[in-house]
């Protein structure tokens, strides 16, 4: 299975988190905004790491930020590219760059409903 912890306050993140549901086809990853009470503790993270970048646990590994993107790619189509892209001399450094600016920012991008809005017998008010 593959688990992504996500900011369920966010819209531009629940736009991205439906948008992985809708490509999910054989629901390999599952979901988790790091405001449901207990995910920090069971995912063994803290509340800086949740609120600075997307974390993804994924074939006994923890990536975060642009690599947890790629890695959700390839969960979710069934394939092992955006990961070996990723890892291409270049790219890691230019894709976290670009993932620092999108995640910095992104309480100002287009999204959607926040997902802690949708869902909101799941988010607790305590982690913001």
């Known amino acids: 299975m593959v688990d992504l912890i996500f900011d369920g306050r966010c819209g531009f993140c629940a736009r991205a ?7 999910d086809r054989h629901q390999r990853v599952s979901l988790y905004p790091y405001q449901r009470p ?10 800086e790491q949740v609120q600075d970048a997307v974390w ?9 930020g642009a690599a947890a993107i790629n890695g959700v790619l390839d969960a979710t189509l069934g394939r ?22 999108i995640a910095d920012n ?13 869902h909101p017998g799941e988010c607790s008010v305590d982690q913001d």
Do not use: A, K, N
């Open 106 to 118: 992104r309480h100002r991008l287009p999204g959607r409903t926040p997902w802690c809005e949708e």
């Open 56 to 64: 993804l646990l994924y074939d006994g590994q923890v990536f975060s």
């Open 17 to 23: 988190v439906y948008l992985t549901q809708r490509l």
């Open 80 to 101: 092992r590219i955006f990961l070996r892209i990723y890892r291409l001399p270049g790219m890691r450094w230019l894709q976290e760059r670009v993932y620092r600016v």
């Open 38 to 47: 207990g995910v920090i503790e069971e995912f063994g993270l803290s509340l």
